[in-house]
């Protein structure tokens, strides 16, 4: 009896050891990414370039392969959609333009940041936020097109939270349609986004911490159960009618934008943007983490310094209240090359 009792005690005590120890290696883990990503702000807000990084920067995940996860755009795979390359330039365009001011009284869209949660679906977040904002634009319909809808069910564009591709979300749009649909937890559409959103790389006092990553959700056609929305799904499916890309030109995206409205587009996220809180973002320093989906509504100029204005979806605790400007004009971070977007069907 004392034998197997001094078995079962042993045996109690190394699972305690095991589970102690795993913690003590997930914490000095932990620690020590958190301590890097405070020595690159540090870092950033110690060189003469054109942008602070914040002071509220939090670590969540165990280590890089994390945050890696969540960087959902597949820059170096193709997808095998080829979109027409599109090269309209205006004269005399303006220094400063802003979609939101230009529509927002109209389009309150406009003004919304949403949040991809802990799924790597910004490809799809940067199409439908942009998507919805023009179809406000062109058809006066202030509605919101659905990211559920396309991360779960668009095959061809990638692989659900675990990343895809904007130019086969946009070509999505214009064959198949998205229905109707908007933040976590809004009911006044036909399919809200079903995961909920938590605080990215920051500390907040709303928002739990991103941890781990999630599935992607089924592919459902048919609106919400608890969705007060009453037209049906089928009914419901908002198609374009044109999906092209932009040129590689300064002067050919603002022309786009201040015509058509907010694009979609693609760039290379370093350590360092993690820490992003105000100014013009140019890469200082940091390790390449993998691509990134976003919505451009517009540019502007800051000390001398030309940007663009972008839309993140990592909510409003992040960045400047979810939003951050970009150099503009040298293809920082290779914005400018990945440029995406589609017209409604009228």
């Known amino acids: 009896m004392k034998h197997t009792a001094l078995i079962l005690s042993a045996s109690f005590l190394l699972i305690a050891l095991t589970g102690f120890a795993t913690y003590e290696i997930f914490r000095f883990k932990h620690q020590k990414y958190?301590?890097?990503?405070?020595?690159?702000?540090?870092?950033?807000?110690?060189?003469n370039t054109t942008w602070k990084a914040g002071e509220n920067i939090k670590w969540i995940n165990s280590d890089i392969a994390g945050v890696k996860a969540h960087m959902g755009t597949l820059l170096n795979q193709k997808s095998g959609v080829k979109l027409e390359k599109v090269n309209r330039q205006a004269n005399n365009l303006p220094s400063e333009f802003d979609s939101r001011v230009q529509w927002g009284d109209?389009?309150?869209?406009?003004?919304?940041?949403?949040?991809?949660?802990?799924?790597?679906?910004?490809?799809?977040?940067?199409?439908a936020e942009s998507l919805s904002d023009r179809h406000c634009i062109h058809l006066g319909q202030d509605i919101r097109l659905s990211t559920q809808n396309l991360v779960t069910c668009c095959d061809e564009c990638g692989f659900g939270c675990d990343g895809g591709w904007p130019e086969a979300a946009m070509?999505?749009?214009?064959?198949?349609?998205?229905?109707?649909?908007d933040l976590?937890?809004?009911?006044?559409?036909?399919?809200?986004?079903?995961?909920?959103?938590c605080a990215h790389h920051v500390t907040s006092d709303v928002y739990p911490p991103c941890t781990g990553e999630l599935p992607t959700p089924p592919c459902v056609k048919s609106c919400d159960s608890n969705s007060t929305y009453t037209i049906p799904y089928p009914k419901d499916l908002h198609k374009g009618s044109k999906a092209y890309s932009i040129d590689q030109n300064e002067q050919a995206i603002m022309t786009e934008i201040q015509t058509n409205g907010p694009i979609e587009v693609a760039f290379t996220v370093y350590e360092d943007f993690l820490t992003y809180k105000s100014g013009v973002y140019q890469h200082v320093t940091g390790s390449e983490?993998?691509?990134?989906?976003?919505?451009?509504?517009?540019?502007?100029?800051?000390?001398?310094?030309?940007?663009?204005?972008?839309?993140?979806?990592?909510?409003?605790?992040?960045?400047?209240?979810?939003?951050?400007?970009?150099?503009?004009?040298?293809?920082?971070c290779g914005i400018e090359s990945e440029c995406v977007t589609a017209l409604p069907a009228y």
């Open 171 to 181: 070509d999505y749009y214009v064959n198949n349609g998205l229905v109707t649909g």
């Open 289 to 332: 983490l993998g691509g990134h989906a976003v919505k451009m509504v517009g540019w502007g100029v800051e000390n001398g310094t030309p940007y663009w204005i972008i839309v993140n979806s990592w909510n409003e605790s992040w960045g400047d209240k979810g939003t951050f400007k970009i150099l503009r004009g040298q293809n920082e």
């Open 34 to 47: 958190h301590d890097r990503l405070k020595q690159i702000a540090e870092k950033v807000n110690n060189s």
């Open 106 to 127: 109209k389009c309150s869209s406009l003004w919304e940041v949403r949040d991809q949660s802990n799924c790597g679906s910004c490809w799809a977040f940067g199409a």
């Open 184 to 197: 976590y937890g809004n009911n006044s559409w036909c399919q809200a986004y079903s995961l909920a959103p």
